[in-house]
């Protein structure tokens, strides 16, 4: 079975704290995506990785920032968390080779409470 | 980037068929249209994509209207299990097709009744 699997999947900070939040994928995809869901708003894309280094701002990159050092790991950094970071961050994967059609495979997400 | 419209919510009976419907006026020639539904506490998953020509596969059906403007996905037989938020999305072609990114509206909470 294809798999996306995020660290957390509940994790409880407080304001101003650094926050990891780890994606990994077994299916050698080329990329990766980072999104947040918060009620009434849907999911809002912060960043995607087409390659191993590279990364592209999404929608809503403010307050984030990403890294991809191994093809198979993508992590999303909050540098100093803040209470409107609160929300549930969904990691995906998918392969290049598919362009306009591929699959995006989800993680089961990650629910982060910012005090 | 084109947009599509769904409605916020519907309901269906067990073992009925259940029409999703999905605007998208401002398609373009080559967007192709997806549908991913998100069971509850779960990420979304893949449900179907299609371009022009309506699709089957063994988790539904998507008819593509003839002018592209709109799509309905079909559940020929809804489960409760079948309960979820469904979402139409458009490819987003600003990329130039390289990495497949997609972008999600607030799509259709589906309620499925016994």
């Known amino acids: 079975d294809v798999k996306v699997t995020q660290s957390s999947r509940y994790l409880v900070k407080r304001t101003g704290e650094k926050v990891f939040l780890e994606c990994v994928q077994d299916m050698d995809h080329e990329n990766m995506f980072w999104y947040r869901q918060d009620p009434g708003l849907g999911l809002r894309l912060i960043y995607f990785s087409y390659d191993v280094k590279m990364k592209e701002k999404g929608d809503i990159p403010e307050g984030y920032s990403v890294s991809r050092e191994k093809k198979e790991r993508f992590s999303l950094i909050l540098e100093s968390a803040s209470t409107n970071q609160t929300s549930m961050y969904l990691c995906?994967?998918?392969?290049?080779?598919?362009?306009?059609?591929?699959?995006?495979?989800f993680g089961e997400g990650s629910r982060l409470t910012v005090l | 980037d084109a947009k599509t419209t769904q409605p916020n919510s519907m309901e269906s009976n067990e073992e009925e068929p259940v029409h999703l419907p999905c605007n998208h006026s401002t398609i373009s020639g080559t967007d192709y249209i997806h549908w991913y539904r998100q069971l509850p506490s779960q990420g979304p998953e893949y449900v179907i994509h299609?371009?022009?020509s309506n699709v089957n596969n063994r988790m539904a059906s998507l008819a593509i209207a003839e002018d592209r403007k709109s799509s309905t996905l079909i559940l020929h037989r809804a489960t409760l299990r079948d309960a979820a938020v469904y979402y139409c999305?458009?490819?987003?072609?600003?990329?130039?097709?390289?990495?497949?990114?997609?972008?999600f509206g607030t799509g259709t909470l589906l309620a499925v009744q016994p």
């Open positions: 995906a994967s998918s392969s290049s080779g598919d362009g306009y059609t591929g699959e995006l495979f």
């Open positions: 299609g371009l022009t």
């Open positions: 999305i458009l490819r987003d072609r600003a990329d130039g097709g390289a990495t497949n990114k997609l972008i």
